[in-house]
């Protein structure tokens, strides 16, 4: 690796963490509608193997779809962070 491609890997680097800082809340889990003729959403968690479930209505659904995404987010941030830093650490060219 050259030095303009460690410059440049750590510029993404830097460039992650910052999108990792602005994503505002988040929140592990999903939006699911149970129901069939009364359709309603709740947010559904796994935790500890058991699935824990809140009841959200119309009022608190986008806010927590919005969060549900900012988590998804994080997660492709924290992959991507993850393989650049690996390459970083493979030429000992850390930050």
């Known amino acids: 690796m050259s030095k303009q491609e460690v410059a440049r890997t750590r510029r993404k680097v830097k460039t992650l963490q910052k999108q990792f800082g602005s994503l505002g809340p988040v929140m592990r889990g999903s939006v699911?509608?149970?129901?069939?003729?009364?359709?309603?959403?709740?947010?559904?968690?796994?935790?500890?193997?058991?699935?824990?479930?809140?009841?959200?209505?119309?009022?608190?659904?986008?806010?927590?779809?919005?969060?549900?995404?900012?988590y998804k987010k994080l997660l492709a941030i924290v992959e991507e962070m993850t393989v650049l830093n690996m390459k970083l650490l493979k030429e000992d060219a850390c930050l």
Not at 43 to 70: C, M, P, V
């Open 32 to 70: 699911v509608v149970i129901g069939t003729r009364n359709k309603q959403s709740y947010f559904s968690l796994n935790k500890d193997q058991k699935t824990h479930l809140i009841y959200l209505g119309r009022k608190r659904e986008a806010r927590t779809k919005e969060y549900s995404a900012n």
